[in-house]
């Protein structure tokens, strides 16, 4: 993996410990990975849908 910094908000990194607390994630780089991932996924869905339409 290539390591990256990213700046976020106090909020947004106190949400994502919660969600670790609750034991959905085990490190807050497994939940941006994951969200990484799921937008991505969602930005190419809506990209193939879109050329889907217009054959």
Known sequence: MIPIQIRITRRVV???DEL?????????????RDAARKHLMSIKGIQLERKR???
Do not use: Q
Not at 20 to 32: H, K
């Open 20 to 32: 670790i607390r609750a034991g959905l994630y085990s490190t807050r780089s497994e939940f941006i």
């Open 53 to 55: 339409f217009e054959i």
């Open 14 to 16: 106190e949400e994502i």
